[in-house]
């Protein structure tokens, strides 16, 4: 499976992006999708993932409420729906994949096996 990430950019505070997670290849009933981002100086950080079968989602704290996951199984397309951005989302957002990811690891970088390009998301003050 290959993922493409796209959709990042500039916006100023309290404003909204869409990101685009195209995937190739096939994906099983296990799958799941997921978005991570990593700041400067900071670590990769959890946002949100989706399970590609049943459709459930899960998000970070810091972004539950202003941020929605959404997948599209027939165009093999995740979306990140942002609303109500702050400069602390600013950051490089990474798609990410993987079989049999179970709930207690959904969180974690470490259980996704393919991962897209970053694309950088600007939030001005």
């Known amino acids: 499976v290959q993922l493409q990430a796209y959709g990042g950019g500039r916006v100023q505070a309290g404003g909204s992006l869409r990101l685009s997670c195209a995937a190739s290849?096939?994906?099983?009933?296990?799958?799941?999708m997921g978005w991570f981002r990593q700041a400067p100086g900071k670590e990769r950080e959890f946002v949100a993932a989706i399970r590609w079968s049943g459709g459930t989602t899960f998000y970070a704290d810091s972004v539950k409420g202003r941020f929605t996951i959404s997948r599209d199984k027939a165009k093999n397309t995740v979306f990140l729906q942002m609303n109500s951005l702050k400069p602390e989302d600013t950051a490089v957002y990474y798609c990410?994949?993987?079989?049999?990811?179970?709930?207690?690891?959904?969180?974690?970088?470490?259980?996704?096996?393919?991962w897209g390009q970053g694309t950088q998301v600007t939030v001005s003050s």
């Open positions: 990410a994949g993987g079989p049999g990811i179970i709930v207690s690891s959904i969180w974690s970088a470490n259980s996704y096996t393919h």
């Open positions: 290849g096939r994906m099983s009933n296990s799958y799941a």
